[in-house]
């Protein structure tokens, strides 16, 4: 009998351990977080999730996403979050854009994401833009999923102060983040951003 409930034991050890590094593998590139979704699609049943929250590795942030415990803190979690929350086709957008690349002194009090037209979801914190968002305007930084800075800047140039849209077009060119063609591209289809890139490359 003795045998048997070790071998048993050993054998839920092993299942266990092979959840979390499930959950690690998905989580990892997302600042700790993952979707119940992810996680059943990787084969980690809705039971272990819950077995996992009550031992304490996991903690269950909202319906549907889950957070390792022990996961380091990220300074745009709470943007990881929210991408995670409105699906995969989602991405932080406008000032929470500015603020993930690092351009301007943008501070949003609300958590700014660009989500499908047919998104209908609401949070509070959260500021939900519609439109549908071509690969080429997508990108990941620090395990963030975000608009390019291109595209950034033309969605800041019609919702933001100027004055903050213009410091950041000055970082973004000083930095050397967009190429003359994308600059061109950005003045030719955002013309109201045209006076602030020859402002800030006659500086250069």
Partial sequence: MRVLDSLKLTIMVKFMSRTMDQ???????????????????????????YQRVRRGDIDHVRYGLYRLRRFPAHPFEDVVA???????????SHETALAVH??????????????PRQFRGRQDGVVIHHA?????????VNAVPVTTIART?????????PAL????????ITRGTLSR?????????TPSLAPMVVGALAEE
């Fill in 23 to 49: 959950l690690y593998e998905l989580a990892e590139p997302q600042a700790g977080y993952f979707t119940t979704a992810q996680a059943t699609e990787a084969g980690v049943s809705n039971r272990a999730l």
């Fill in 132 to 140: 549908d968002l071509p690969d080429a305007d997508r990108t990941r």
């Fill in 82 to 92: 929210a991408c995670l929350w409105a699906g995969g086709d989602s991405a932080a």
């Fill in 165 to 172: 849209v213009e410091q950041a077009v000055a970082q973004a």
């Fill in 153 to 161: 800047l033309q969605d800041v140039a019609a919702t933001s102060d």
């Fill in 102 to 115: 690092g351009i301007s002194d943008a501070m949003p009090s609300a958590i700014h994401i660009t989500v």
């Fill in 181 to 189: 063609r994308q600059l061109r591209r950005l003045v030719r289809d």
